[in-house]
């Protein structure tokens, strides 16, 4: 029996050729062509990126190389945020599962499999709630190409609609929620600080999507899976949005691995928590900034 590819959903603002870069790889993958895409467009957010804008959208209704492809083209602004919330609520409420991509984001010919493989292993098993595809430049001699652990990560990810709905960026009740012990767990052991992204979003500094998903997960003991070398590299930090440089600290090693060997073993590894943990006190000034940068970034 052929397995249900999951959709692939992928949201574009004002950047044409980082847009491009992710829609080239993307059709590159062994799986495109079964794959169903859908394209989230948002509107500009004033005239200054009205140009780019629509550069992106006579692109995108250019493009082929997969079984169908949806253009939603929002009439207004909805900022990053709430365009990925809706976006994905509304596809996954409809296909039971998604992979879901940012237009920064370039994939090895090999990330669709890993990622339909993964949906397809854990669907039943539901302690495991969020599939990445990026990892961080980890040491890579090690014996499985695969793990699981509490983290989130955002660059290319999927995930299933009875884990999904449980999603809530609920500001307050997640400050109110969160005892000391548990915020200290949130942020590696006290080792990095996520939880400030919440209090962030509480004043109005920045408005992101993504610590509330890793908040939800991680309030339901869940478990994300991570492939040791990454499908995805993000070219994001390339100078082309404000406070960028080229100099990436998160540059993975790239994966070629066409098949992963999934464990059934439901619980985090520890050995890989102990590279996060290091990776984070090594880099602690200039991973400060760098979130700060991304998080700042806006759609204008």
Same mark, same amino acid.
């Given at each position: 029996?052929?397995?249900?590819?999951?959709?692939?959903?992928?949201?574009?603002?004002?950047?044409?050729?980082?847009?491009?870069?992710?829609?080239?790889?993307?059709?590159? =993958?062994?799986?495109?062509?079964?794959?169903e895409?859908?394209?989230?467009?948002?509107?500009?957010? $004033?005239?200054?990126?009205?140009? #780019?804008?629509?550069?992106?959208?006579?692109?995108?209704?250019?493009?082929?190389?997969?079984?169908?492809?949806?253009?939603?083209?929002?009439?207004?602004?909805?900022?990053l945020?709430?365009?990925?919330?809706?976006?994905?609520?509304?596809?996954?409420?409809?296909?039971?599962k998604?992979?879901?991509?940012?237009?920064?984001l370039?994939? #090895?010919?090999?990330?669709?499999n890993f990622?339909?493989?993964?949906?397809?292993?854990?669907?039943?098993?539901?302690?495991?709630?969020?599939?990445?595809?990026?990892?961080?430049?980890?040491?890579?001699?090690?014996?499985?190409?695969?793990?699981?652990?509490?983290?989130?990560?955002?660059?290319?990810?999927?995930?299933?609609a009875?884990?999904?709905?449980?999603?809530?960026k609920?500001?307050?009740?997640?400050?109110?929620?969160?005892?000391?012990?548990?915020?200290?767990?949130?942020?590696?052991?006290?080792v990095?600080?996520?939880?400030?992204?919440?209090?962030?979003?509480?004043?109005?500094?920045?408005?992101?999507?993504?610590?509330?998903?890793?908040?939800t997960?991680?309030?339901?003991?869940?478990?994300?899976?991570?492939?040791?070398?990454?499908?995805?590299? =993000?070219?994001?930090?390339d100078? #082309?949005?404000?406070?960028?440089?080229?100099?990436?600290?998160?540059?993975?090693?790239?994966?070629? #691995?066409?098949f992963?060997?999934?464990?059934?073993?439901?619980?985090?590894?520890?050995?890989?928590?102990?590279?996060?943990?290091?990776?984070?006190?090594? $880099?602690?000034?200039t991973?400060?900034?760098?979130?700060?940068?991304?998080?700042?970034?806006?759609?204008?």
């Open positions: 029996m052929v397995k249900k590819l999951a959709p692939i959903v992928l949201f574009v603002y004002n950047r044409p050729w980082h847009t491009q870069q992710t829609i080239e790889a993307l059709a590159k =993958n062994e799986l495109a062509q079964d794959s895409l859908f394209i989230y467009s948002d509107a500009a957010k $004033n005239e200054l990126a009205s140009q #780019s804008v629509n550069e992106v959208r006579r692109y995108i209704k250019s493009i082929n190389g997969f079984n169908k492809i949806t253009i939603i083209e929002r009439e207004r602004n909805w900022g945020a709430s365009s990925i919330i809706d976006g994905v609520t509304t596809i996954i409420n409809k296909y039971g998604i992979i879901v991509l940012e237009d920064d370039v994939t #090895s010919p090999y990330f669709l990622m339909n493989d993964a949906l397809e292993f854990y669907a039943d098993k539901p302690k495991v709630w969020h599939v990445s595809g990026w990892n961080y430049p980890f040491p890579t001699d090690w014996l499985t190409n695969m793990f699981l652990w509490r983290l989130m990560n955002c660059w290319g990810w999927a995930t299933w009875d884990r999904w709905q449980y999603y809530d609920d500001i307050d009740g997640v400050i109110s929620d969160f005892t000391k012990k548990e915020t200290r767990a949130f942020n590696l052991d006290g990095e600080n996520f939880f400030g992204q919440v209090i962030a979003n509480k004043k109005g500094k920045i408005n992101t999507w993504a610590i509330f998903w890793y908040a997960i991680f309030k339901q003991s869940g478990l994300c899976v991570n492939p040791t070398r990454t499908y995805v590299h =993000n070219i994001g930090f100078a #082309s949005g404000s406070h960028c440089d080229t100099d990436d600290i998160y540059i993975s090693n790239e994966t070629e #691995s066409r992963i060997t999934f464990t059934d073993v439901l619980q985090e590894d520890k050995l890989a928590m102990d590279y996060l943990k290091l990776f984070y006190k090594n $880099n602690k000034k991973i400060v900034m760098r979130i700060i940068s991304k998080l700042k970034r806006v759609w204008t």
